[in-house]
């Protein structure tokens, strides 16, 4: 273990029994030690893989490369990276086999998704988690991805990276956030764009709603609300207790968003947490011909009793200007301010 990961264990250890005000609750010890990758540095070789849909048409793939070089990397492509079966980037194998030679590979530093889509639930039992942790580096994504980067971190203890995709828009405030956690080794303060001149008498973008004020220490665990889900009752399934639970998800009736949610508290998960980070719940509309409840409403339902903060509108999900989460790692959140504040840097300096 690295210096710097013996840091944030014990960082963990001594935040266990921690109150740090109104709705504040302890944060549990992860049953694995927490390993963090070294950080990613310019000149650095990534790995380019594509864990769940093919990408059909190869300017994505030259842009999402070009992307990585320009933000300093060199780029190894996946074996099968330009592979497709159906809708997915090769078969089941060909995908994992992917992910697991990036890993082992030591001439890679770090390694990328091209894209998600659906299919990660495929694969997640067929990743060499011994090798992972053997070869720990930097992993990212999100959507799909959520599914591999839970299921790492559970194994592991690998702190993974809920961020851009590589053919996400690589935008400013997204290159930022990344830059400052993955790159600069910072310990972060992660919050939504300032405006700082709004058009109209306030800002009506990126705005954040306190459903319960507080602040709250933890483990940050989460993604997209629909594939975490699918996780339920597996050996991949997150330690929940005294984490910071995050969620987005996109293009779900507010029904299924209501039914998805009854899962994770069916299995659990929202029995001990100490706080919640609601991102951007995108096209999650009601459905022709019915009668639903707003977002509003079901998230106060599921989320409103749990006597911990909660806030929503974080900078996270299908958006252009996407923060880099770091899945794993102890947090601060403040509900109020409507911030996450990294507690120690989540890479390694070597």
């Known amino acids: 273990m690295t210096a710097a990961s013996r840091r944030l264990f014990l960082q963990i250890a001594s935040a266990s029994g921690a109150s740090l005000g109104t709705g504040a609750v302890a944060a549990a010890t992860p049953a694995r030690p927490v390993l963090t990758p070294r ?55 060909q995908r994992a086999e992917d992910i697991n030679a990036m890993f082992a590979d030591d001439s890679v530093a770090g390694i990328f998704a091209l894209t998600g889509g659906s299919g990660c639930t495929r694969i997640v039992d067929q990743l060499d988690y011994a090798s992972i942790r053997r070869h720990p580096k930097f992993f990212g994504g999100f959507s799909d991805i959520t599914c591999l980067l839970n299921a790492i971190q559970q194994q592991t203890g690998l702190v993974t990276f809920h961020g851009p995709v590589a053919s996400s828009e690589w935008n400013p405030y997204s290159v930022a956030n990344f830059r400052a956690l993955v790159m600069d080794g910072q310990a972060a303060l992660l919050r939504n764009p300032v405006d700082s001149a709004p058009a ?104 409103g009793g749990l006597g911990v903060p909660v806030y929503r509108g974080a900078q996270f999900g299908h958006v252009r200007l996407k923060l880099t989460l770091p899945v794993g790692a102890m947090v601060e959140m403040d509900a109020q301010a409507g911030t996450l504040r990294c507690l120690a840097p989540v890479v390694a300096s070597t």
């Open 200 to 303: 109209g008498l306030v800002p009506t973008e990126h705005r954040i709603a306190t459903l319960r004020p507080g602040k709250a220490t933890g483990r940050l665990v989460g993604g997209n609300l629909t594939v975490l889900a699918a996780l339920a009752g597996s050996r991949y399934w997150p330690d929940f207790r005294g984490a910071i639970l995050f969620l987005e998800d996109i293009n779900e009736f507010i029904y299924r968003v209501d039914r998805t949610l009854s899962t994770l508290r069916l299995a659990g998960a929202l029995d001990a947490l100490a706080g919640v980070v609601l991102g951007q719940f995108t096209n999650c509309e009601p459905g022709d011909g019915y009668g639903t409840l707003t977002l509003d409403e079901v998230f106060e339902d599921y989320f």
């Open 39 to 93: 950080r990613l540095r310019p000149g650095d070789t990534v790995g380019l893989v594509s864990p769940a849909n093919a990408t059909y048409e190869q300017e994505p793939i030259t842009i999402a490369i070009e992307s990585l070089q320009a933000l300093g990397f060199q780029v190894k492509e996946g074996r099968h990276l330009r592979a497709r079966r159906g809708q997915f980037a090769g078969t089941d194998a």
